[in-house]
């Protein structure tokens, strides 16, 4: 498992700042900073199909950012921290500051996984529940148990991860979230991607969705480009 902060700029967003850190998302060296960082990834808006579901506007960027130990997560995000001061800077130069999450993930073994050393770009559905649910803990056991065994049989699946809401300590400007969960399933292009979306996989997953546990909340789902950031 890994520790894994979002950072997401809102659909819409079109400032200059903005576009230069979807065209270089750290410009200002923002890794660098940032003791204990295992990995980092930009994701960029992507096109795809997926026939049970409406186009929705996508974000602009989401980073992640990857640790192995909670505390490293809270120094970079903590108070004075490289994270809060390279999302000040953005701020001062006209961006809207992003929403952010903490989160543990869980990463599952899938039969053509993606190199560890690959750049990018690939593909990468980002799918977010908002919540709450009835009983969290009776959502979150009925997800793992029941879905990733389906979600694994996408044809072209190089990556899967399940993320569940994590109480790190952190002040970052911008708004915090707590979604019920983020998962993401990855994939080498969005024509790959699409195929998946059309397979009689993706009607499995459809039917075992109308049997989880009572929720509320919007489901987002955005396709995306990724790439991985360089470490500073």
Request: with cysteine; net charge neutral.
């Amino acid at each position: 498992m890994d520790f894994c902060l979002f950072l997401e700029c809102g659909p819409g967003a079109d400032d200059a700042s903005l576009r230069a850190l979807q065209a270089q998302p750290d410009p200002a060296g923002l890794l660098a900073g940032i003791g204990g960082l295992t990995g980092a990834l930009a994701h960029t808006p992507a096109r795809a199909h997926d026939p049970f579901l409406a186009a929705e506007p996508p974000p602009a960027l989401v980073l992640q950012l990857y640790f192995a130990r909670l505390l490293d997560l809270e120094a970079a995000a903590g108070r004075g921290g490289p994270v809060a001061a390279w999302v000040e800077t953005l701020a001062q130069r006209g961006g809207v500051p992003p929403a952010w999450e903490t989160v543990l993930t869980r990463r599952y073994a899938v039969a053509q996984a993606r190199p560890g050393d690959a750049v990018g770009p690939w593909c990468t559905y980002l799918v977010a529940y908002e919540g709450p649910a009835e009983d969290a803990h009776a959502w979150m056991d009925h997800y793992l148990t029941q879905h990733p065994p389906l979600m694994r049989q996408l044809p072209g699946l190089r990556e899967l991860e399940i993320c569940s809401p994590l109480e790190a300590v952190a002040w970052l400007p911008g708004r915090r979230r707590r979604q019920l969960q983020r998962n993401k399933v990855a994939f080498d292009s969005p024509q790959a991607l699409d195929a998946a979306l059309q397979s009689p996989v993706r009607e499995q997953m459809r039917r075992d969705f109308t049997t989880f546990p009572p929720y509320a909340g919007r489901v987002t789902h955005h396709a995306m480009l990724t790439r991985t950031l360089p470490p500073g």
